[in-house]
């Protein structure tokens, strides 16, 4: 399995000659790209992705046959429709057992393969050229003001204070809310300890019961918690909202200074941020799951608030985001169980 997992990385290298750790697009820069890939290994690789590809496709077309076969048998009345989908099942397996097989007694040599691109690497690396360019890069250096969109992923627990509605207070379980998106963010200068922030991320909130309640909107539209007779393995009400936060980020980092210029970098070290933030609920989920009950329900009306705002505190030490978020809005429109409303604390990247 391992020998698969290596060879898919040497023909996505040989695809792609990207930066081993970022992707990046330089529309204005004319520079070569240097060849990272040894022609023989080239060779090789795309030698052997052809010979896959020509294993797959003939498999695929002696599988199809078979199929039709069994779609000729079905269409005649000669067998049932469930022994033609178990007849299918198995064809699929053994032409797929077939091509695996047939893939492995290509024998691909891949030690001869990583021992050429090793030879290759060290013959074709210009220790001096690259000290050269490090040196250059070095003199040529600047820092520029944080300008830049980044990603934002966050994962936190969520807590409702007790209110007058008792049944909810007893079977709440444990909430969690994940969100995901883009922040931009802007240093107002190459040596303010102020970053501005902004940008927009999904928000799901999962909150879930316990002891077999789950939520139920009757036929009368009431919206309650009922308990089913028997055990319940899932019971939690998601809500998906899409949220845009505005706010600053303040770093302790101290001043620096590198080819006479002073900079600060916010980034790393110990920083407080602190943003508001706003937005509307797209979408509803009711998963129920246990005993007789088995149902995802995306349509009804939970009386969940459209919309959702409040402000947030991060916390931030060596990389790592320790976020406290209030929520000012009521989890629930019109009470309908009572005006509680969302706490939630947990850890983000992107703040």
């Given at each position: 399995?391992?020998?698969?997992?290596?060879?898919?990385?040497?023909?996505c290298?040989?695809?792609y000659?990207?930066?081993?750790?970022?992707?990046?697009?330089?529309?204005?820069?004319?520079?070569?790209?240097?060849?990272?890939?040894s022609?023989?290994?080239?060779?090789k690789?795309?030698?052997?992705?052809?010979?896959?590809?020509?294993?797959v496709?003939?498999?695929?077309?002696?599988?199809?046959?078979?199929?039709?076969?069994?779609?000729?048998?079905?269409f005649?009345?000669?067998?049932?429709?469930?022994?033609?989908?178990?007849q299918?099942?198995?064809?699929?397996?053994?032409f797929?057992?077939?091509?695996?097989?047939?893939?492995?007694?290509?024998?691909?040599?891949?030690?001869?393969?990583?021992?050429?691109?090793?030879?290759?690497?060290?013959?074709?690396?210009?220790?001096?050229?690259?000290?050269?360019?490090?040196?250059?890069?070095?003199?040529?250096?600047?820092?520029?003001?944080?300008?830049e969109?980044?990603?934002?992923?966050?994962?936190?627990?969520?807590?409702?204070?007790?209110?007058?509605?008792?049944?909810?207070?007893?079977?709440?379980?444990?909430?969690?809310?994940?969100?995901?998106?883009?922040?931009?963010?802007?240093?107002?200068?190459?040596?303010?300890?102020?970053?501005?922030?902004?940008?927009?991320?999904?928000?799901?909130?999962?909150?879930?019961?316990?002891?077999n309640?789950?939520?139920?909107?009757?036929?009368?539209?009431?919206?309650?918690?009922?308990?089913?007779?028997?055990?319940?393995?899932?019971?939690?009400?998601?809500?998906?909202?899409?949220?845009?936060?505005?706010?600053?980020?303040?770093?302790?980092?101290?001043?620096?200074?590198?080819?006479?210029q002073?900079?600060?970098?916010?980034?790393?070290?110990?920083?407080?941020?602190a943003?508001?933030?706003?937005?509307?609920?797209?979408?509803?989920?009711?998963?129920?799951?246990?005993?007789?009950?088995?149902?995802?329900?995306?349509?009804?009306?939970?009386?969940?608030?459209?919309?959702?705002?409040?402000?947030?505190?991060?916390?931030?030490?060596?990389?790592w985001?320790?976020?406290?978020?209030?929520e000012?809005?009521?989890f629930?429109?019109?009470?309908?169980?009572?005006?509680?409303?969302?706490?939630q604390?947990?850890?983000?990247?992107?703040?």
């Amino acid at each position: 399995m391992m020998k698969k997992y290596i060879v898919l990385g040497m023909l996505c290298l040989v695809g792609y000659h990207a930066n081993a750790q970022k992707f990046s697009w330089d529309f204005n820069s004319n520079e070569e790209v240097e060849e990272q890939v040894s022609p023989f290994v080239k060779e090789k690789v795309e030698e052997y992705a052809v010979q896959i590809r020509q294993i797959v496709i003939d498999g695929k077309l002696a599988m199809q046959e078979e199929v039709s076969a069994v779609d000729e048998q079905l269409f005649k009345g000669t067998i049932t429709k469930t022994e033609a989908e178990n007849q299918k099942a198995a064809i699929s397996l053994r032409f797929a057992e077939t091509i695996n097989t047939n893939i492995e007694n290509l024998n691909f040599d891949l030690d001869e393969i990583t021992k050429n691109q090793v030879q290759y690497a060290i013959l074709n690396t210009d220790i001096e050229a690259l000290k050269e360019e490090q040196i250059k890069k070095s003199s040529d250096w600047k820092y520029k003001a944080q300008n830049e969109v980044t990603g934002y992923l966050a994962y936190g627990m969520i807590d409702f204070p007790k209110g007058d509605n008792e049944k909810l207070n007893d079977h709440l379980g444990y909430s969690s809310g994940i969100d995901l998106g883009l922040l931009y963010h802007k240093q107002f200068s190459e040596t303010s300890p102020l970053v501005f922030q902004t940008g927009a991320y999904f928000s799901w909130r999962t909150v879930r019961f316990d002891d077999n309640y789950y939520i139920n909107r009757n036929d009368d539209g009431v919206v309650d918690l009922v308990q089913h007779s028997q055990n319940l393995d899932k019971s939690k009400l998601r809500s998906t909202y899409i949220m845009v936060p505005v706010g600053l980020k303040y770093s302790f980092n101290g001043l620096k200074t590198k080819n006479e210029q002073s900079y600060r970098n916010p980034d790393g070290g110990f920083a407080i941020g602190a943003n508001v933030y706003g937005g509307f609920r797209i979408s509803t989920n009711n998963i129920v799951d246990g005993g007789e009950l088995d149902f995802r329900d995306k349509k009804s009306n939970y009386e969940l608030n459209n919309f959702a705002y409040g402000a947030q505190l991060t916390l931030s030490v060596m990389g790592w985001n320790f976020y406290v978020r209030q929520e000012l809005s009521s989890f629930f429109k019109d009470d309908v169980f009572d005006d509680r409303k969302m706490l939630q604390f947990g850890l983000n990247i992107g703040f």
